[in-house]
């Protein structure tokens, strides 16, 4: 999940050019990527913290009141900014 459509679009390819196996599936941002959540299991979930609408941070601390068999087994935060402490 992320807001910027140029970072989705590197971390698919980059994805898929390791594995073309893997199937990855993108989200325009926080709300997107819930929507996707609660009706299927990730393995692993790789979300921007700070996005417009719905952030990454907002994303992961509902993951607990997902069902335990669509909670991912992994998560991956990314983020731009410098300062990870103000985020």
């Keep these: 999940a ?11 390819h980059l994805i898929q050019d390791y594995d073309p196996t893997i199937k990855v599936i993108t989200a325009q ?3 997107d990527a819930w929507l996707k959540l609660e009706k299927q299991k ?4 790789i979300t921007d913290l700070r996005m417009h609408k719905t952030d ?5 601390e509902a993951i607990p009141s997902l069902k335990p068999q669509l909670r991912p087994e992994f998560i991956l935060i990314i983020s731009g900014h410098i300062n990870v402490s103000s985020t």
């Design 2 to 12: 992320d807001d910027n459509a140029e970072i989705r679009d590197l971390l698919k």
């Design 29 to 31: 941002d926080g709300s």
């Design 42 to 45: 990730f393995h692993v979930f």
């Design 56 to 60: 990454g941070k907002k994303v992961i």
